[in-house]
């Protein structure tokens, strides 16, 4: 069993940056591939990035490339998106999940734990 649970969300405007982060505890959470999925109101959940168990391996959808990056911290056992350039059509519900086993690349389609999620707004 692992708990994530997600921050820093908030409302910003467009152009701006901000840093999510997902604190992750339980058992051995470094054994897990981590990853961020978004969610806006009425609309399907929509994978966003996911990273290996060592951090050295990323994996993002082609729209975030160049602007948001995904990063581990395991002596903190914390994932963290930074997201730079934020559209109002970035606006959603941010939700950390984790997916035992090295599968950074396959937790888009499979993942074990979630977390609750934190909203990021981007509004004028």
């Known amino acids: 069993q692992v708990q994530l649970v997600e921050s820093g969300g908030g409302l910003v405007q467009p152009g701006d940056s901000l840093k999510v982060s997902c604190a992750a505890s339980g058992r051995t959470p470094g054994d897990y591939s981590m990853g961020w999925f978004r969610q806006a109101p009425g609309k399907e959940r929509e994978f966003v990035a996911s990273i290996s168990r060592s951090g050295l391996n990323t994996y993002y959808i082609d729209s975030m490339l160049g602007r948001w990056t995904i990063s581990r911290d395991n002596a903190k056992n914390t994932v963290f998106l930074q997201m730079n350039g934020l559209k109002p059509e970035d606006t959603a519900v941010y939700y950390c999940?984790?997916?035992?086993?090295?599968?950074?690349?396959?937790?888009?389609?499979?993942?074990?734990?979630w977390g609750q999620g934190t909203q990021v707004t981007v509004s004028s």
């Open positions: 999940a984790a997916a035992a086993g090295d599968t950074y690349y396959e937790l888009r389609y499979k993942q074990d734990f």
